[in-house]
């Protein structure tokens, strides 16, 4: 059974079996720089989608995998860490950004679906070098305990002050509403946004 | 670089129905179509399913907006809740759908996710959703039915291996409102009732619609005889934001010299489809919409349910939101 299987050998099994071959020789001789630039020019054959994305106002284009989420490509790629990852899964709210000014997941937006769009995130609400009427607020009013959903909460709350400059208590809760705060700090958030309201604005 | 990344997909973006269905077609069980990705991208994430071929519908600009057909509406798949919410028409003639587009998840999710995702998202049960091999996953056991199962979120009827539910808020709505699904493929198309449009595990325990493979919910037509009915939408969730149903209502009902000359009322989360309350129908029609009536309906709706070790609390819980739906609405 062996030798005939041998004699006829598939493709499949045959990259199988030298595929196996290069990772004994891996384990035992390879470096750990040399594993990073194999899978290096592994990930750079993946083929990847010009997508045209204004991200805070600047105009670019980025190459991207079909597989990246919204959130991988700013956090990993664009270097704009202060979007989160928190569940991944669009049940927490951290990674909340402005997808045309719109609230939206970033953890569960493809990168591609960007094209075209124009993205905000916390770094894109300071103005000329200051902090947002509204991120003066939640500093004035402790709304960050750890700190974790901030920016999510910051986005959702930016969103609404620009479509509804005068909400009501009910409305920032409803609006907040897809931004968990697992140190519960919730009502610390809703008076830092009412505190912005008075203060002028998003 | 984060973790849980996708594995590789190929994404395919057509831009007509046409070629999307020719996509379809051609990879056949290969094949995932995605539109506002909150159901699919977990199930890639979790590497639960895979997909090797992701036809991306976001393009497809026919198959988006709401339009008045024959004295009804049309609403495109694609169409966002936060738009079926907020869509002055849906608003002022069928406003049981605009509140039960905006009890769905959460904001964020509502602003992405489409009218075709909420109907056509697949079971959350969590032992499911976990990838497990129950039997909605081909496999041969049920882990939410056994002594120690946690099933508070599970069925009341029409179970049969599986005793997951239909996690929709728009499904009993289109129910309720007698929508006709338009559902296309290479080869046509078909209209389906919402009504039949949903499947239980005793017809196939693998999917949740009359979908085959290579076929698409293109657009939902709601026909205008329940336009600015009296209408009635309660949904009870652990949480107001995010929670999938615990039970949901939605009515639609014409009152005519105080008596109800006509009703449609569904229920969601009882069972794997919207279940539609023939019964409760039949027994308030001709009624006045008063207390009595109400606590008929509420009797009527739970007749036959057959509870799991954990969801008990979901008989009460039943035949109170048809008595508000009957004497509130």
Redesign the interface.
């Known amino acids: 059974m062996k030798d005939s299987t041998n004699g006829d050998l598939s493709r499949r099994e045959f990259i199988g079996g030298t595929g196996a071959a290069i990772v004994a020789v891996n384990a035992t001789t390879a470096t750990a720089q040399d594993r990073d630039a194999a899978e290096a020019r592994a990930i750079a054959e993946?083929p990847r989608?010009r997508i045209e994305i204004t991200v805070n106002g600047q105009r670019q284009s980025v190459d991207v995998?079909?597989?990246?989420?919204l959130?991988?490509l700013l956090?990993?790629h664009l270097g704009l860490t202060g979007t989160r990852?928190g569940c991944?899964?669009?049940?927490c709210?951290a990674c909340?950004v402005l997808?045309d000014d719109?609230?939206?997941?970033a953890c569960?937006?493809?990168a591609?679906?960007a094209d075209g769009r124009s993205i905000r995130t916390v770094e894109g609400v300071e103005r000329d070098g200051k902090v947002s009427t509204l991120q003066q607020a939640f500093i004035e009013h402790n709304a960050p305990q750890c700190g974790f959903c901030t920016s999510g909460q910051l986005m959702?709350a930016t969103a609404l002050l620009e479509r509804n400059p005068s909400p009501t208590a009910q409305e920032i809760r409803?609006?907040l509403?897809?931004n968990l705060c697992r140190c519960s700090n919730y009502n610390a958030i809703v008076e830092a946004v009412q505190a912005a309201v008075k203060m002028g604005g998003a | 670089m984060s973790k849980d990344m996708m594995p590789h997909f190929e994404l395919f973006q057509p831009d007509s129905e046409e070629t999307a269905l020719d996509l379809l077609s051609r990879f056949g069980d290969e094949g995932w179509p995605v539109a506002g990705g909150h159901d699919s991208l977990s199930w890639f994430k979790d590497r639960a399913k895979y997909a090797a071929n992701v036809v991306d519908l976001t393009g497809i600009a026919s198959m988006r907006g709401i339009r008045e057909v024959d004295g009804g509406i049309e609403i495109g798949a694609l169409t966002t809740l936060t738009e079926i919410e907020n869509n002055d028409i849906v608003q002022s003639r069928y406003g049981l759908l605009a509140q039960a587009a905006g009890h769905v998840a959460s904001p964020q999710i509502r602003n992405v996710g489409t009218l075709g995702g909420n109907l056509n998202q697949d079971a959350r049960c969590w032992y499911y959703r976990y990838g497990v091999d129950c039997y909605r996953a081909g496999g041969n056991t049920c882990y939410a039915d056994t002594p120690e199962g946690q099933n508070r979120e599970h069925c009341l009827w029409g179970a049969d291996r599986c005793v997951a539910v239909s996690p929709s808020d728009v499904a009993p709505a289109m129910v309720a409102l007698d929508a006709t699904m338009i559902v296309r493929s290479a080869s046509g198309t078909r209209e389906v009732a919402a009504e039949d449009y949903f499947i239980g595990p005793d017809i196939d325990i693998e999917r949740m619609t009359v979908l085959e493979p290579g076929e698409l919910l293109t657009a939902v037509r709601i026909p205008g005889d329940w336009a600015n009915a009296q209408f009635y939408f309660e949904k009870v969730a652990d949480r107001n934001t995010w929670d999938f149903p615990l039970v949901n209502i939605a009515s639609a009902m014409v009152v005519e010299n105080g008596t109800i000359s006509r009703i449609r009322i569904a229920a969601g989360a009882v069972q794997c489809t919207p279940r539609r309350l023939t019964v409760v129908e039949e027994v308030v029609t001709g009624s006045a919409p008063d207390e009595e009536t109400a606590a008929l309906a509420g009797q009527a709706a739970v007749r036959g349910a057959t509870p799991l070790n954990f969801n008990h609390f979901k008989i009460p819980l039943l035949e109170n939101l048809v008595k508000r739906a009957i004497r509130d609405a």
């Open positions: 993946v989608t995998e079909d597989r990246w989420t959130v991988e956090r990993d990852i991944n899964r669009g049940e709210g909340t997808i719109e609230p939206a997941y569960s937006t493809l591609v679906w959702s409803e609006a509403s897809g």
